[in-house]
């Protein structure tokens, strides 16, 4: 990828994550990214573009990590490897993390942005669920959607609550829910 390209987008997670949906103008991110002024309108004409181009790299970013933690071979990796996850989703990539959920909110009213952001979900899913799958799931859809779900709501309380306790126990009886 074009690294102002790159830097663009590294500096619209930056407000997004630090300063919300109103932090992020085109303008702002020129500044933000040390590019001259219209590099950002150079690569995302709109709002609209800029807003979906943001959504599809946290994806890009982040699915390497997610293939990396879904490669169990029994149940205790499984949650072994969504207690890392979660640590990296919101310690080291917190503020992709804030970022993205930005985005969940104002896709609520924004089918473009809705829609990038079920694209970035149904890269992530399949992995998920071959992970349950080859776990002996007896619905592999309906055991990676509980997973998904669970592992969703503990990263919403980790950002936006700072409600950062063990994860493991609640991981342990969804995933042994989910195998049942």
């Not at 309108?41 to 390497?64: C, H, K």
């Not at 089918?111 to 970035?120: D, F, N």
Request: glycine residues 6%; contains cysteine.
């Amino acid at each position: 990828m074009n690294g102002s390209r790159s830097r663009v987008l590294a500096a619209a997670v930056d407000l997004l994550a630090t300063g919300g949906l109103r932090a992020l103008t085109h303008v702002r991110v020129d500044e933000r990214a040390a590019l001259p002024k219209g590099s950002t309108s150079n690569y995302f004409r709109t709002r609209a573009t800029l807003l979906t181009g943001v959504s599809e790299w946290i994806v890009e970013q982040e699915l390497p990590q997610v293939a990396t933690a879904f490669e169990p071979r029994t149940p205790t990796e499984l949650v072994d490897g969504l207690c890392a996850l979660l640590d990296i989703v919101t310690r080291d990539n917190r503020d992709l993390t804030a970022a993205r959920l930005v985005l969940f909110v104002e896709a609520t009213h924004n089918r473009e942005l809705r829609e990038a952001l079920s694209r970035g979900r149904a890269a992530l899913e399949p992995v998920v669920v071959s992970a349950v799958a080859a776990l002996g799931a007896s619905d592999p859809q309906a055991a990676a959607t509980a997973v998904i779900a669970c592992f969703e709501g503990l990263v919403l309380h980790r950002i936006a609550r700072g409600e950062y306790s063990d994860p493991r126990p609640v991981f342990d009886v969804v995933v042994r829910g989910a195998l049942a």
